[in-house]
């Protein structure tokens, strides 16, 4: 009956006082031994929920013990370490005897000053990378709520767009600016035809563990939003966005047509000048002294003008002797009677 009496004033004094730093590392059957012999001097009478009052004031409001709690992933293990380190002789200093206010005071503050100086020195936390994911190296321990503050950042990231003419080939990587566990799983799923960030719409397409997506040969079905999603221990990390444009092959032989137009179109024929020599960081070949032809497409416009050209000539030329032919065929026909 007494124990549960006990128990009773343990959970008034956690709901009075905020979670942090000593109840996130330190034990309640502990907590119950330090302050079983608290006594208030002013009135001569043992009060375990001043003793809890006072760690929650040292330990749990002081800014500086909040701070050197900061620390990076993985670190929290060693954080209770260290504060078990100060307050374990204590508590076995104390249990069930008898000690005053002041004593408590003092030795809970210098406790605590020693936890601020071993704990500072725990390596923090790398930092968020902008703009989105679940950071792990970012996560930084806080010991008010006894858990990990991630970046808070979302986990889709801001779409991406890729081009690539049909037949080419074209990669896509799942690439983010922060680190990743070694011990991650990829999935790339597809929404054809679309630019959308809506999960539902995304059909899936590979598992595992790369982050290259490639396509040998783009066809205009291949065209739409391609979603990779990175996993650790089942949690999902990140999720990246691509949208794929596939030029058909129609419009980009279009836009060389056009192109030959454009040179042919230039005044007096002229042709752009094309630089002389070999590029500067690359070493000059035996073929650099030799001059530069034109391109195929310039070479293509040049003889079928000069196709044209000959068959206008032609007939031309058949025109002007039919007519002569029938001009002077009655002369001819009189000189030879």
């Known amino acids: 009956m007494g124990k549960l009496a006990i128990w009773a004033v343990v959970l008034s004094a956690c709901v009075a006082c905020s979670c942090g730093c000593f109840q996130c590392l330190v034990d309640v059957d502990d907590s119950l031994r330090l302050c079983w012999g608290h006594v208030l001097s002013k009135y001569g009478v043992r009060n375990m929920d001043s003793c809890f009052r006072t760690i929650d004031r040292i330990f749990n409001h002081e800014q500086k013990v909040l701070q050197a709690g900061r620390v990076g992933g993985g670190y929290d293990r060693q954080l209770r370490n260290i ?112 630019r959308t960030l809506q999960v539902e719409q995304f059909g899936l397409v590979t598992v595992g563990e790369d982050r290259l997506y490639s396509i040998s040969s783009a066809r205009p079905h291949h065209q739409g939003t391609y979603q990779c999603e990175v996993f650790s221990l089942q949690r999902s990390i990140v999720r990246t966005y691509q949208h794929l444009t596939v030029i058909p092959l129609v419009l980009g032989a279009q836009a060389r047509l056009q192109g030959v137009f454009d040179v042919a179109l230039l005044p007096g024929g002229q042709v752009p000048a094309q630089p002389v020599g070999p590029p500067r960081d690359l070493a000059p ?53």
Do not use: H
Not at 89 to 105: G, T
Not at 118 to 123: E, G
Not at 171 to 187: G, H, K, N, T
């Open 285 to 337: 070949t035996p073929s650099s002294s030799l001059p530069l032809l034109p391109s195929p497409p310039l070479m293509a416009a040049c003889l079928t003008t000069l196709l044209l050209l000959l068959l206008l000539l032609t007939l031309g030329y058949t025109a002007w002797w039919m007519t002569m032919t029938r001009d002077q065929a009655p002369r001819i026909i009189q000189l030879l009677i």
């Open 83 to 194: 504060l078990q380190a100060e307050i374990m002789p204590l508590v076995e200093e104390f249990a069930e005897k008898l000690n005053a206010d002041s004593v408590y005071e003092e030795r809970l503050q210098a406790a605590a000053g020693r936890f601020i100086a071993a704990a500072s020195k725990l390596p923090r936390a790398t930092g968020c990378v902008p703009p989105c994911g679940f950071q792990v190296s970012g996560a930084v321990y806080n010991c008010v709520t006894c858990q990990y503050d991630s970046c808070e950042y979302p986990l889709d990231c801001p779409m991406v767009g890729l081009t690539v003419g049909e037949s080419n080939s074209t990669e896509m990587r799942c690439d983010v600016q922060f680190p990743l566990p070694s011990d991650i799983e990829v999935i790339w799923r597809f929404a054809p035809e679309v």
